[in-house]
């Protein structure tokens, strides 16, 4: 489990839910983006005042499916159907699990059910992202994504896909002000290479800039606030 604690800044950026969409959105994700065998671990809070905790295995809109556990993830073994509309709140043990996931839906809806989704393409996922960022920020940084660095499967792509949105994120944020796009406006390309077990790590060479992350590993090896701290650094 990611020991990392992100801080209040990081959290403010989680949009707002109820909470049934986030526990809708929390077993519906892109199962590529969590570990193998790591369910969200939640603690739902019932409106007569009892707490359950445990992982959340799976939810149908109404009904939640949750294995009883203590807070460090240890089952025991017996399984409680919820009932989402008695749950007044939702504790999230571990947010960076679900941060990317988060962030893709700041307009405070849950994405439609992966299984009516088209399979990613990083090539596609690329291309696309990349030119929203461009023409967000209204820039013509050129995006260089080394493909042979990583194997092309629905993982890489949904990471792929998931650092580009951080990333657009944060450089939406850093270019809030004249300074920020000033600074941003000298970046002529960037590079995003895949390295085993790379958590984040950003470089700059004149007007170059280089991301590389672990784009193959389970789950996110990165973090929004250690992406806006080291995009903020070469900046």
């Known amino acids: 489990m990611d020991n990392y604690s992100p801080d209040i800044e990081s959290l403010e950026a989680f949009p707002l839910l109820t909470p049934g969409e986030m526990i809708n959105l929390a077993s519906n994700n892109d ?10 671990l939640l603690t739902l809070h019932t409106a007569n005042g009892m707490a359950v ?4 295995l799976k939810s149908n809109g109404t009904t939640a499916l949750i294995a009883l556990s203590d ?10 159907y919820q009932s989402i509309s008695d749950v007044s709140s939702v504790e999230i043990h571990h947010p960076t699990q679900l ?21 990613l393409n990083a090539e596609e996922v690329a ?3 990349t030119k929203q960022m461009n023409s ?3 820039t013509d940084t050129e995006w260089l994504i080394d493909h042979a660095t990583f194997t092309e499967n629905d993982r ?7 650092l580009l949105d951080m990333i657009r994120s944060v450089l939406s944020k850093l270019c809030d002000d004249e300074v920020g796009r000033d600074a941003w406006s000298e970046i002529a390309s960037v590079s995003i290479v895949s390295k085993k077990d790379r958590t984040i790590k950003v470089s700059r060479r004149e007007n170059k800039l280089s991301i590389e992350v672990d784009l193959e590993k389970p789950g996110h090896s990165w973090t929004r606030q250690r992406l806006e701290r080291e995009l903020n650094h070469h900046l």
Do not use: F, I
């Not at 988060?102 to 399979?119: C, F, I, V």
């Open 53 to 56: 905790t445990g992982l959340l």
């Open 71 to 80: 807070e460090n993830s240890n089952v025991s073994g017996r399984l409680r």
């Open 127 to 129: 291309a696309t992202a």
């Open 156 to 162: 890489t792509a949904v990471n792929l896909r998931d």
């Open 31 to 40: 199962k590529d983006a969590l570990s193998p065998g790591k369910p969200p």
């Open 136 to 138: 967000q920020l209204q």
């Open 99 to 119: 941060e990317c996931l988060l962030m893709r839906n700041n307009d405070g809806t849950a994405n439609q059910d992966p299984g009516t989704e088209q399979e």
